[in-house]
């Protein structure tokens, strides 16, 4: 009976043992089954097809209208498969060469090939997709900026947004295959094409239209720069450095001594007598619009004479014909009766001395101005006056001044972009709220006077063909000398028409010696050119 028991027992407990170890082999079976499935599934990602790439994807940068100025072209590319129905279907498609091409490397290959088609084929063996491509230097690339090899953004709006542009996707063709890398029969390949990856991106303020008209209006620049804004938004329109580069073959300017790859259009330079119209503004806001002065062609400062360009003098000037003739000493004279406090409050109500934000992540050069304190110095003074000493701006951010004066004493920031595009939702930009830097009759009073500029001073290669205009000339010392002599800048700021400003134009040369166009005659050129794109009555 005991005997009994104690079999019973033992029974019992190595019935469970027995469960016990079957379900450890189980568990153990299942760990197994899962690791080795977990690697094969990586063997088929890595090695179980073939991939052909076609491109690389990035976002595009689209013009105000929604025309690219990235990703312009489309081409399609086919993956054929070596066999002779593929073949055949090709013969009428490509050119002979074309075709004795492609033929070859089918032949010497057991796998698929790509090609470029001139239309897309239906044919077993034979997968087409379209792709975007540049295979032209972008447009004012300055601006719109490059890629590196990895595609991602190095400089300008590329490189601002290159986190909205850049994808890590590429579009290809992809086939599976067997253990030995062998395509699988009977098993038809994919094609990857992530297009919305080329959707998303940039709209910037660019007008195709007008960026292709001062692209060519700049050409008589061999250093300088054109900026194209509307007058009343300061939205950039078009804008160009020169020299120019193209933005596919960066490697080729990296050592040119004339700088190509340098933005002339948003660093900063001496401005000369285009920052005349800052001090009128000052003086006007100060009761002194009806300022009265005779040029004898030099005044003493101190200690000094300070010289007019005129060196026999203007004669009897007021502020309307002080700036039509650019008199030096009449403004010379204007900034002591105003205070170096009026004109540096007016200067600081326009911006100057400071960086302009054009969109997220570029902004000009920092302008430099005088410290207030400096400008109780009367020479100090004296040469800011004539935007001359410690004073420099962008050609960009001229744009407020003249802006100001166009729109009733108002402008907005200069910017480059409307809005971006992410996952077909569009957000617009936001360039701030406009500043009022002069009263509505200041600048009423100073768009009639830089218009008299063009039609009876200075200015009279400005005067366009087909519209009015305002606007000033500026010749600018730069401190530098080449052959012993000093180089000068210079410039040409203004807007058209004169009673209406549409558009606001700043031309900027580094080296006037070197100009085969004025400044003026390239304003007037651009105008003309912009005028004959509308059927607005100007």
Excluded at 249 to 262: M, Q, R, V
Aim: charge should be neutral; glycine fraction near 6%.
């Amino acid at each position: 009976m005991q005997n009994r028991i104690w079999w019973r027992f033992f029974a019992r407990r190595s019935a469970i043992c027995y469960f016990v170890l079957i379900l450890l082999f189980f568990a153990g079976f299942l760990r197994v089954a899962v690791i080795a499935r977990t690697d094969y599934a990586e063997v088929l990602k890595s090695h179980g097809r073939l991939k052909l790439e076609i491109t690389n994807l990035r976002g595009t940068i689209y013009d105000c209208n929604m025309v690219p100025l990235t990703n312009r072209k489309t081409k399609i590319i086919a993956a054929v498969s070596p066999t002779k129905r593929a073949k055949d279907a090709l013969k009428t498609v490509l050119s002979d060469k074309e075709y004795t091409d492609l033929c070859e490397r089918l032949d010497s290959s057991d796998k698929p090939v790509l090609c470029e088609l001139p239309e897309e084929v239906v044919c077993d063996g034979i997968m087409c997709t379209t792709v975007f491509y540049d295979d032209e230097p972008v447009l004012s690339p300055h601006t719109i900026g490059y890629v590196n090899s990895d595609n991602k953004g190095i400089s300008g709006i590329q490189a601002a947004y290159d986190d909205l542009l850049y994808s890590k996707n590429s579009a290809y063709f992809a086939y599976a295959c067997d253990g030995l890398g062998n395509i699988l029969s009977g098993v038809q390949g994919e094609i990857f094409n992530d297009t919305s990856a080329v959707a998303n991106g940039v709209v910037s303020t660019l007008d195709i239209n007008i960026q292709n008209i001062i692209e060519e209006t700049a050409n008589p620049l061999t250093k300088g720069a054109v900026v194209v804004a509307e007058a009343d938004t300061l939205k950039i329109r078009g804008i160009v450095s020169r020299p120019n580069f193209d933005n596919l073959d960066i490697a080729n300017y990296l050592n040119d001594p004339s700088s190509p790859l340098f933005n002339r259009a948003i660093n900063s330079y001496a401005v000369g007598s285009a920052f005349k119209p800052c001090v009128a503004a000052a003086a006007i806001e100060n009761n002194l619009g009806n300022t009265k002065y005779t040029c004898i062609g030099n005044m003493q400062i101190i200690d000094r004479l300070f010289n007019c360009h005129e060196r026999t003098g203007h004669g009897f000037m007021t502020l309307e014909y002080a700036l039509a003739n650019s008199c030096n000493t009449y403004f010379f004279n204007l900034a002591l009766k105003t205070g170096g406090s009026g004109v540096y409050k007016m200067a600081d109500s326009l911006h100057f001395g400071r960086k302009i934000k054009l969109c997220d992540g570029v902004y000009t050069a920092n302008c430099t101005i005088p410290q207030k304190d400096k400008l109780q110095n009367e020479a100090h003074l004296a040469n800011f006056s004539i935007g001359q000493g410690d004073f420099t701006a962008s050609p960009v951010s001229m744009l407020t001044l003249y802006s100001a004066i166009a729109n009733g004493g108002k402008y907005h920031m200069p910017s480059l972009v409307e809005g971006t595009y992410k996952e077909g939702t569009f957000t617009k930009y936001n360039s701030g709220y406009p500043t009022k830097a002069m009263n509505e009759a200041t600048a009423e009073s100073l768009k009639k006077y830089l218009q008299t500029v063009i039609t009876e001073g200075t200015g009279a290669a400005a005067l366009p063909k087909t519209v009015t205009a305002a606007g000033k000339t500026a010749t600018a010392q730069t401190g530098k000398f080449e052959n012993g002599k000093e180089i000068l800048s210079s410039w040409f700021c203004g807007f058209f028409p004169a009673d209406k400003p549409k558009y606001i134009i700043i031309v900027f040369c580094e080296n006037s010696s070197l100009q085969t166009e004025s400044c003026a005659e390239i304003f007037a050129k651009t105008a003309d050119k912009i005028v004959s794109l509308s059927v607005d009555k100007y």
